[in-house]
């Protein structure tokens, strides 16, 4: 059974990056980079007790990601990979999730640092990260494993904002990429 399903946005996201392109792809590439997250007056009663926290998850709609592959070459490999494999931003729910360290709280305001997100991205919810629930012991990488030591300079080409074929290789500047 298919059923619809609705978010609602409870504030936007602010950040240094006005467009995908140059964003870092992950929030361990985006050390010290600052942003400010702004929740709606409505939903300030749900941020008591957030300061306690030293890290949060932020969930929020990839709103730029309107086209998606079930294959994609991601940013880390010049192979294709099944989506669900990658953490491609363009998807069938484009949703992203990102871990970023909690500064201060200034009313309906949370300063945040190692942000990789795209300024005025819709928030959908945050939680707080908790090491004891969040981490597991021995995990398998897959095919990011040998690929891991390019993350603190990868950066978004905006591979996936653009209706982009798996021939797209940003390093050979393709300007006219196929319909997925």
């Known amino acids: ?10 504030g936007i996201i602010h950040s240094p990056f006005a467009e995908p392109k140059g964003t870092p792809i992950q929030p361990s590439a985006a050390k010290d980079i600052e942003g400010v997250v702004e ?5 300030q009663k749900g941020l008591k007790d957030i300061e306690g926290f030293s890290h949060i998850i932020l969930i929020y709609h990839f709103h730029l990601s309107k ?20 953490r491609a931003p363009s998807r069938p729910n484009p949703i ?16 945040v640092k190692d942000i990789d997100i795209v300024n005025d991205t819709p928030l959908l919810d945050i939680k707080p990260f908790v090491g004891e629930f969040d981490q597991v012991g021995i995990i398998k990488k897959g095919w990011i494993e040998k690929n891991i030591v390019k993350l603190s300079q990868s950066r978004d080409d905006e591979r996936f904002i653009r209706k982009l074929s798996l021939k797209y ?6 300007d006219s990429p196929q319909k997925k």
């Not at 086209?67 to 990658?86: A, R």
């Not at 992203?96 to 300063?111: A, P």
């Open 67 to 86: 086209h998606y592959s079930l294959e994609v070459i991601p940013f880390m490999d010049n192979k294709p990979h099944g989506l669900f494999s990658t």
């Open 39 to 43: 929740v709606f007056p409505e939903y």
């Open 96 to 111: 992203g999730l990102s871990v970023v360290r909690l500064k201060k709280v200034e009313g309906n305001k949370l300063y």
């Open 1 to 10: 059974m298919k059923a619809k399903i609705t978010y609602k946005q409870i």
């Open 169 to 174: 290789h940003p390093d050979k500047h393709n």
